[in-house]
Protein backbone atom coordinates (compact mmCIF):
# COMPACT_ATOMS: atom_id res chain seq x y z
CA UNK A 1 0.00 0.00 0.00
CA UNK A 2 1.25 3.55 -0.73
CA UNK A 3 -1.20 6.17 0.08
CA UNK A 4 -1.43 9.53 -1.06
CA UNK A 5 0.98 11.10 1.29
CA UNK A 6 3.45 9.19 -1.05
CA UNK A 7 5.81 8.97 2.22
CA UNK A 8 6.88 5.24 1.44
CA UNK A 9 5.48 1.70 1.04
CA UNK A 10 3.84 -0.11 3.78
CA UNK A 11 3.67 -4.06 3.53
CA UNK A 12 1.63 -5.74 6.08
CA UNK A 13 2.02 -9.35 6.54
CA UNK A 14 -1.37 -11.01 7.92
CA UNK A 15 -2.75 -14.32 8.19
CA UNK A 16 -6.25 -14.51 6.73
CA UNK A 17 -8.99 -17.41 7.54
CA UNK A 18 -12.14 -18.08 6.87
CA UNK A 19 -14.92 -16.17 4.79
CA UNK A 20 -17.37 -13.65 5.49
CA UNK A 21 -18.64 -11.70 8.53
CA UNK A 22 -16.37 -15.33 10.10
CA UNK A 23 -13.29 -13.85 8.52
CA UNK A 24 -10.42 -13.53 10.64
CA UNK A 25 -7.27 -11.60 10.02
CA UNK A 26 -4.29 -11.92 12.33
CA UNK A 27 -1.30 -9.51 12.08
CA UNK A 28 1.68 -10.95 11.73
CA UNK A 29 4.67 -8.10 10.57
CA UNK A 30 4.65 -4.96 9.09
CA UNK A 31 7.38 -3.37 7.56
CA UNK A 32 7.39 0.55 5.60
CA UNK A 33 10.06 1.67 3.31
CA UNK A 34 10.39 5.63 2.51
CA UNK A 35 11.03 6.42 -0.81
CA UNK A 36 14.02 7.70 -2.08
CA UNK A 37 13.46 11.14 -3.06
CA UNK A 38 14.56 10.65 -6.32
CA UNK A 39 11.35 8.11 -6.89
CA UNK A 40 9.06 10.73 -4.83
CA UNK A 41 9.80 13.23 -7.46
CA UNK A 42 9.39 10.86 -10.15
CA UNK A 43 5.69 9.45 -8.55
CA UNK A 44 4.63 13.24 -8.59
CA UNK A 45 6.12 13.89 -12.21
CA UNK A 46 3.14 11.74 -13.17
CA UNK A 47 0.41 12.74 -10.07
CA UNK A 48 -2.58 14.91 -11.85
CA UNK A 49 0.25 16.91 -14.55
CA UNK A 50 0.41 16.93 -18.63
CA UNK A 51 3.24 14.33 -18.71
CA UNK A 52 4.88 12.09 -21.37
CA UNK A 53 3.66 8.68 -21.95
CA UNK A 54 6.98 7.42 -21.47
CA UNK A 55 7.57 8.45 -18.04
CA UNK A 56 4.38 7.34 -17.19
CA UNK A 57 4.63 3.96 -18.61
CA UNK A 58 8.42 3.94 -16.86
CA UNK A 59 7.08 5.32 -12.61
CA UNK A 60 4.56 2.12 -13.59
CA UNK A 61 7.43 -0.34 -14.04
CA UNK A 62 9.41 0.81 -11.33
CA UNK A 63 6.89 1.05 -8.68
CA UNK A 64 6.02 -2.58 -9.63
CA UNK A 65 9.52 -3.70 -8.68
CA UNK A 66 9.65 -1.57 -5.46
CA UNK A 67 6.52 -3.04 -4.39
CA UNK A 68 7.68 -6.40 -5.19
CA UNK A 69 11.37 -5.59 -3.15
CA UNK A 70 9.39 -4.14 -0.60
CA UNK A 71 7.21 -7.72 -0.19
CA UNK A 72 10.60 -9.34 -0.26
CA UNK A 73 12.27 -7.27 2.43
CA UNK A 74 9.00 -7.69 4.78
CA UNK A 75 9.10 -11.62 4.77
CA UNK A 76 13.24 -11.43 5.36
CA UNK A 77 12.94 -9.29 7.89
CA UNK A 78 9.81 -11.07 9.60
CA UNK A 79 11.45 -14.77 8.92
CA UNK A 80 8.68 -15.41 6.83
CA UNK A 81 9.63 -17.50 3.23
CA UNK A 82 8.83 -16.01 0.14
CA UNK A 83 7.16 -19.65 -0.19
CA UNK A 84 4.57 -18.93 2.65
CA UNK A 85 2.59 -16.35 1.04
CA UNK A 86 -0.16 -17.40 -0.75
CA UNK A 87 -1.35 -14.03 -2.53
CA UNK A 88 -0.23 -10.30 -2.78
CA UNK A 89 -2.76 -6.95 -2.95
CA UNK A 90 -1.26 -4.73 -4.10
CA UNK A 91 -3.24 -0.97 -4.05
CA UNK A 92 -0.82 0.76 -6.03
CA UNK A 93 0.04 4.43 -5.98
CA UNK A 94 -2.83 6.39 -7.55
CA UNK A 95 -1.60 9.31 -9.89
CA UNK A 96 -5.13 10.06 -10.66
CA UNK A 97 -8.58 9.64 -9.67
CA UNK A 98 -11.41 11.44 -11.36
CA UNK A 99 -15.08 9.92 -9.87
CA UNK A 100 -16.70 12.88 -11.74
CA UNK A 101 -17.38 12.46 -15.15
CA UNK A 102 -16.05 14.51 -17.99
CA UNK A 103 -17.18 14.66 -21.48
CA UNK A 104 -14.80 13.69 -24.68
CA UNK A 105 -16.40 12.77 -27.90
CA UNK A 106 -19.38 12.58 -26.39
CA UNK A 107 -19.13 10.38 -23.80
CA UNK A 108 -19.27 10.54 -19.79
CA UNK A 109 -16.02 9.45 -18.98
CA UNK A 110 -14.85 9.09 -15.32
CA UNK A 111 -11.12 7.08 -14.54
CA UNK A 112 -8.75 6.54 -11.87
CA UNK A 113 -5.64 5.41 -12.11
CA UNK A 114 -2.94 3.18 -9.65
CA UNK A 115 0.28 2.53 -10.59
CA UNK A 116 2.56 -0.57 -10.10
CA UNK A 117 3.02 -2.97 -12.45
CA UNK A 118 1.86 -6.44 -10.70
CA UNK A 119 3.92 -8.27 -12.96
CA UNK A 120 6.41 -7.34 -11.53
CA UNK A 121 5.40 -8.01 -8.18
CA UNK A 122 4.42 -11.15 -8.96
CA UNK A 123 7.32 -12.46 -10.73
CA UNK A 124 8.96 -10.98 -7.85
CA UNK A 125 7.44 -12.85 -5.25
CA UNK A 126 6.11 -15.85 -6.65
CA UNK A 127 3.06 -15.02 -5.30
CA UNK A 128 -0.48 -14.31 -7.03
CA UNK A 129 -0.78 -10.26 -7.01
CA UNK A 130 -4.61 -9.12 -6.97
CA UNK A 131 -4.11 -5.20 -8.16
CA UNK A 132 -6.27 -2.33 -9.35
CA UNK A 133 -9.31 -2.63 -6.99
CA UNK A 134 -10.93 0.47 -7.99
CA UNK A 135 -12.07 0.50 -11.54
CA UNK A 136 -15.08 -2.71 -11.24
CA UNK A 137 -16.61 -0.28 -8.93
CA UNK A 138 -16.50 2.72 -10.84
CA UNK A 139 -17.44 0.76 -13.73
CA UNK A 140 -20.39 -0.45 -11.61
CA UNK A 141 -21.25 3.61 -11.42
CA UNK A 142 -19.54 3.91 -7.95
CA UNK A 143 -17.02 6.74 -7.16
CA UNK A 144 -14.14 3.52 -7.07
CA UNK A 145 -13.69 4.79 -3.03
CA UNK A 146 -13.38 4.42 -0.61
CA UNK A 147 -12.61 0.58 -0.52
CA UNK A 148 -11.73 0.03 3.18
CA UNK A 149 -15.33 0.21 4.48
CA UNK A 150 -16.20 -3.27 3.63
CA UNK A 151 -12.81 -4.03 6.05
CA UNK A 152 -14.01 -1.92 8.50
CA UNK A 153 -16.94 -3.40 8.89
CA UNK A 154 -15.54 -6.65 9.36
CA UNK A 155 -13.07 -6.15 11.97
CA UNK A 156 -14.65 -3.10 13.93
CA UNK A 157 -18.51 -3.76 13.84
CA UNK A 158 -19.68 -3.93 17.26
CA UNK A 159 -22.86 -4.81 18.82
CA UNK A 160 -23.22 -2.64 21.42
CA UNK A 161 -21.63 0.71 20.27
CA UNK A 162 -21.91 2.74 17.07
CA UNK A 163 -18.11 3.40 15.89
CA UNK A 164 -16.95 5.63 13.38
CA UNK A 165 -13.24 4.10 12.03
CA UNK A 166 -10.91 7.05 11.03
CA UNK A 167 -7.86 6.86 8.64
CA UNK A 168 -5.61 10.16 8.50
CA UNK A 169 -3.65 9.89 5.30
CA UNK A 170 -3.06 12.25 2.92
CA UNK A 171 -6.97 12.39 2.91
CA UNK A 172 -9.03 11.46 6.34
CA UNK A 173 -11.57 9.57 5.59
CA UNK A 174 -14.13 7.52 7.51
CA UNK A 175 -16.39 4.63 8.13
CA UNK A 176 -19.44 5.05 10.43
CA UNK A 177 -20.62 1.95 11.73
CA UNK A 178 -24.40 1.66 13.96
CA UNK A 179 -23.82 -0.57 16.49
CA UNK A 180 -25.56 -3.91 15.41
CA UNK A 181 -25.35 -2.93 11.57
CA UNK A 182 -25.87 -4.24 8.23
CA UNK A 183 -23.60 -3.52 5.99
CA UNK A 184 -25.80 -1.03 3.47
CA UNK A 185 -26.08 0.82 6.76
CA UNK A 186 -22.37 2.21 6.83
CA UNK A 187 -21.63 5.73 5.95
CA UNK A 188 -18.26 6.11 4.60
CA UNK A 189 -16.60 8.86 2.77
CA UNK A 190 -13.88 11.00 2.51
CA UNK A 191 -13.82 13.82 4.90
CA UNK A 192 -11.59 16.08 2.94
CA UNK A 193 -7.51 16.65 3.83
CA UNK A 194 -5.95 14.73 6.71
CA UNK A 195 -1.96 15.66 6.40
CA UNK A 196 -1.74 16.53 3.00
CA UNK A 197 -2.28 20.26 3.76
CA UNK A 198 -0.03 20.42 6.36
CA UNK A 199 2.53 18.18 4.63
CA UNK A 200 2.96 20.52 1.40
CA UNK A 201 3.11 23.62 4.34
CA UNK A 202 5.88 22.13 6.17
CA UNK A 203 8.28 21.01 3.04
CA UNK A 204 7.31 24.72 2.18
CA UNK A 205 8.19 25.96 5.30
CA UNK A 206 11.38 23.93 5.91
CA UNK A 207 12.66 24.96 1.98
CA UNK A 208 12.05 21.10 1.13
CA UNK A 209 13.66 19.58 4.59
CA UNK A 210 11.05 18.87 6.23
CA UNK A 211 8.03 16.10 4.73
CA UNK A 212 5.69 16.54 7.99
CA UNK A 213 5.23 18.63 10.90
CA UNK A 214 6.81 16.10 13.21
CA UNK A 215 4.56 15.53 16.24
CA UNK A 216 2.43 18.38 15.36
CA UNK A 217 5.58 20.75 16.95
CA UNK A 218 5.31 23.69 14.27
CA UNK A 219 1.44 23.89 14.82
CA UNK A 220 1.71 23.66 18.64
CA UNK A 221 3.55 27.32 18.36
CA UNK A 222 1.37 28.83 15.98
CA UNK A 223 -2.12 30.78 16.58
CA UNK A 224 -5.10 29.14 14.55
CA UNK A 225 -6.47 32.13 11.92
CA UNK A 226 -9.84 31.56 12.53
CA UNK A 227 -10.98 33.59 9.62
CA UNK A 228 -9.11 31.91 7.53
CA UNK A 229 -10.30 28.72 8.86
CA UNK A 230 -13.55 29.54 8.24
CA UNK A 231 -12.92 30.87 4.89
CA UNK A 232 -12.13 27.25 4.07
CA UNK A 233 -14.33 25.18 5.88
CA UNK A 234 -16.99 26.65 3.69
CA UNK A 235 -15.56 25.11 0.78
CA UNK A 236 -18.61 23.10 -1.00
CA UNK A 237 -16.87 19.74 -0.82
CA UNK A 238 -17.36 19.84 2.77
CA UNK A 239 -20.62 20.58 2.41
CA UNK A 240 -21.78 17.97 0.05
CA UNK A 241 -23.44 15.25 1.13
CA UNK A 242 -21.62 11.77 1.42
CA UNK A 243 -20.99 9.25 -0.85
CA UNK A 244 -17.76 11.32 -1.27
CA UNK A 245 -14.35 11.23 -2.48
CA UNK A 246 -11.52 13.29 -2.98
CA UNK A 247 -7.59 13.71 -2.84
CA UNK A 248 -4.78 15.46 -3.88
CA UNK A 249 -5.87 17.30 -7.29
CA UNK A 250 -8.18 18.97 -5.08
CA UNK A 251 -6.15 19.62 -1.81
CA UNK A 252 -2.77 19.42 -2.96
CA UNK A 253 -2.97 21.80 -5.86
CA UNK A 254 -1.11 24.66 -5.28
CA UNK A 255 -3.67 27.30 -5.72
CA UNK A 256 -5.35 25.58 -2.71
CA UNK A 257 -2.05 26.56 -0.37
CA UNK A 258 -2.22 29.77 -1.36
CA UNK A 259 -4.48 31.64 1.31
CA UNK A 260 -1.83 29.95 3.68
CA UNK A 261 1.12 31.44 1.98
CA UNK A 262 -0.50 35.21 3.33
CA UNK A 263 2.26 37.00 4.87
CA UNK A 264 0.69 38.48 7.61
CA UNK A 265 0.75 34.91 8.60
CA UNK A 266 3.30 32.82 10.37
CA UNK A 267 4.79 29.21 9.37
CA UNK A 268 3.63 28.34 13.12
CA UNK A 269 0.07 29.81 12.49
CA UNK A 270 -0.45 28.86 9.03
CA UNK A 271 0.19 25.32 10.20
CA UNK A 272 -1.65 25.56 13.05
CA UNK A 273 -4.58 26.58 10.73
CA UNK A 274 -4.06 23.42 8.75
CA UNK A 275 -4.04 21.67 11.70
CA UNK A 276 -7.29 22.83 12.52
CA UNK A 277 -8.53 22.16 9.33
CA UNK A 278 -8.21 18.88 9.44
CA UNK A 279 -9.57 18.36 12.96
CA UNK A 280 -12.51 20.58 12.72
CA UNK A 281 -13.69 19.05 8.96
CA UNK A 282 -13.22 15.63 10.70
CA UNK A 283 -15.07 16.36 13.51
CA UNK A 284 -17.61 18.38 11.32
CA UNK A 285 -18.22 15.46 9.15
CA UNK A 286 -19.16 13.69 12.37
CA UNK A 287 -21.58 15.94 13.23
CA UNK A 288 -23.49 16.59 9.93
CA UNK A 289 -23.65 13.55 8.49
CA UNK A 290 -23.34 10.79 10.78
CA UNK A 291 -24.62 11.85 14.41
CA UNK A 292 -28.55 12.45 12.69
CA UNK A 293 -28.33 9.11 11.70
CA UNK A 294 -26.69 6.80 14.15
CA UNK A 295 -25.02 7.12 18.22
CA UNK A 296 -21.36 7.59 17.86
CA UNK A 297 -19.40 6.34 21.16
CA UNK A 298 -15.89 5.94 19.72
CA UNK A 299 -13.78 6.87 17.00
CA UNK A 300 -11.26 4.51 16.28
CA UNK A 301 -8.27 6.13 14.42
CA UNK A 302 -5.76 4.79 12.29
CA UNK A 303 -3.02 6.55 9.71
CA UNK A 304 0.14 8.44 10.10
CA UNK A 305 -1.88 11.64 11.41
CA UNK A 306 -2.67 9.39 14.69
CA UNK A 307 1.39 10.66 15.51
CA UNK A 308 0.45 14.18 15.32
CA UNK A 309 -0.36 15.01 18.93
CA UNK A 310 -1.61 18.51 18.26
CA UNK A 311 -3.92 16.74 15.83
CA UNK A 312 -5.38 14.40 18.20
CA UNK A 313 -5.65 16.74 20.81
CA UNK A 314 -7.82 18.91 18.76
CA UNK A 315 -9.84 15.87 17.26
CA UNK A 316 -10.48 14.74 21.12
CA UNK A 317 -12.20 17.65 22.17
CA UNK A 318 -14.10 18.61 19.43
CA UNK A 319 -15.45 14.27 19.57
CA UNK A 320 -16.36 14.59 22.77
CA UNK A 321 -18.05 12.88 24.44
CA UNK A 322 -17.30 10.38 21.56
CA UNK A 323 -14.31 8.37 22.73
CA UNK A 324 -11.00 9.33 20.43
CA UNK A 325 -9.20 5.27 20.56
CA UNK A 326 -6.86 4.11 18.00
CA UNK A 327 -7.32 0.93 15.85
CA UNK A 328 -4.10 -0.31 17.93
CA UNK A 329 -6.39 -0.20 20.78
CA UNK A 330 -8.24 -3.12 19.30
CA UNK A 331 -5.14 -5.06 17.98
CA UNK A 332 -4.62 -3.53 14.22
CA UNK A 333 -1.29 -1.39 14.28
CA UNK A 334 -2.67 2.18 13.49
CA UNK A 335 0.62 2.55 10.78
CA UNK A 336 -0.34 -1.10 8.94
CA UNK A 337 -4.13 -0.67 9.04
CA UNK A 338 -4.68 0.45 5.44
CA UNK A 339 -2.06 -1.94 4.06
CA UNK A 340 -3.88 -4.93 6.25
CA UNK A 341 -7.59 -4.01 4.00
CA UNK A 342 -5.94 -4.43 0.91
CA UNK A 343 -4.92 -8.15 2.07
CA UNK A 344 -8.26 -8.75 3.05
CA UNK A 345 -9.66 -7.01 0.22
CA UNK A 346 -7.11 -9.00 -2.03
CA UNK A 347 -7.93 -11.88 -0.24
CA UNK A 348 -11.71 -11.64 -1.32
CA UNK A 349 -11.35 -10.83 -4.37
CA UNK A 350 -9.11 -13.96 -5.02
CA UNK A 351 -12.80 -15.89 -4.22
CA UNK A 352 -14.32 -14.05 -5.79
CA UNK A 353 -16.50 -12.39 -3.45
CA UNK A 354 -17.80 -8.66 -3.82
CA UNK A 355 -16.20 -6.69 -1.73
CA UNK A 356 -17.46 -2.99 -1.99
CA UNK A 357 -20.07 -1.59 -0.24
CA UNK A 358 -22.46 0.44 -2.82
CA UNK A 359 -23.57 2.29 0.30
CA UNK A 360 -20.19 3.54 0.41
CA UNK A 361 -19.35 4.19 -3.23
CA UNK A 362 -22.60 4.76 -4.78
CA UNK A 363 -22.01 1.69 -7.10
CA UNK A 364 -24.96 0.45 -8.59
CA UNK A 365 -24.33 -3.23 -7.11
CA UNK A 366 -21.63 -5.36 -5.19
CA UNK A 367 -18.48 -5.81 -7.43
CA UNK A 368 -15.83 -8.46 -7.30
CA UNK A 369 -12.55 -6.30 -7.60
CA UNK A 370 -8.92 -6.40 -8.44
CA UNK A 371 -7.57 -7.94 -11.70
CA UNK A 372 -5.34 -11.01 -10.84
CA UNK A 373 -1.96 -11.37 -12.19
CA UNK A 374 -0.45 -15.17 -11.35
CA UNK A 375 3.63 -15.71 -11.18
CA UNK A 376 5.53 -17.75 -13.32
CA UNK A 377 5.03 -21.30 -11.81
CA UNK A 378 7.39 -22.29 -9.07
N1 LIG B 1 5.67 11.86 13.98
C1 LIG B 1 4.75 12.39 13.18
N2 LIG B 1 4.22 13.60 13.46
C2 LIG B 1 3.29 14.16 12.66
N3 LIG B 1 2.84 13.59 11.53
C3 LIG B 1 3.33 12.38 11.19
C4 LIG B 1 4.29 11.71 11.99
N4 LIG B 1 4.57 10.51 11.40
C5 LIG B 1 3.81 10.46 10.27
N5 LIG B 1 3.07 11.57 10.13
C6 LIG B 1 2.14 11.92 9.05
O1 LIG B 1 1.65 10.75 8.46
C7 LIG B 1 1.76 10.83 7.03
C8 LIG B 1 1.82 9.44 6.47
O2 LIG B 1 0.64 8.80 6.84
P1 LIG B 1 0.06 7.57 6.06
O3 LIG B 1 -0.94 6.95 6.94
O4 LIG B 1 1.19 6.73 5.56
O5 LIG B 1 -0.67 8.28 4.85
P2 LIG B 1 -0.93 7.75 3.37
O6 LIG B 1 -1.86 6.60 3.50
O7 LIG B 1 -1.55 8.93 2.68
O8 LIG B 1 0.42 7.37 2.81
C9 LIG B 1 2.99 11.68 6.82
O9 LIG B 1 2.98 12.29 5.57
C10 LIG B 1 2.85 12.69 7.97
O10 LIG B 1 2.00 13.74 7.58
MG1 LIG C 1 1.86 6.21 3.61
Known amino acids: MSGTSVDGIDV ?22 PYAPDVRDAIF ?47 GQTVYHQPSESEIGGVLVKSTLQLGESALIADLTGAPVVADFRPADMAAGGEGAPLVPYVDYLLFRSRAEGRVVLNIGG ?93 ALTPADAMATANALTATTIAQSVQQFVAPKMGVDEVIASGGGTRNPELMGRLRELLSPALLRTSGDYGIDSDAKEAIAFAVLAYESFHRRPANLPAATGARRPCVLGKICHPPPR
Do not use: W
Open 12 to 33: ALVEIRGEGLKLKVQSRAFHSI
Open 45 to 91: SVTNTETHTSRLSQVHFLLGRLFGEAVREACERAGIPLGKLDLIGSH
Open 171 to 263: IANMTAIPSASEPHQVIAFDTGPGNMVMDALAEHFSGGQARFDRDGHLASEGQIDSDLLERLRNDEYFKRPPPKSTGREKFGERHYLEPFFDP
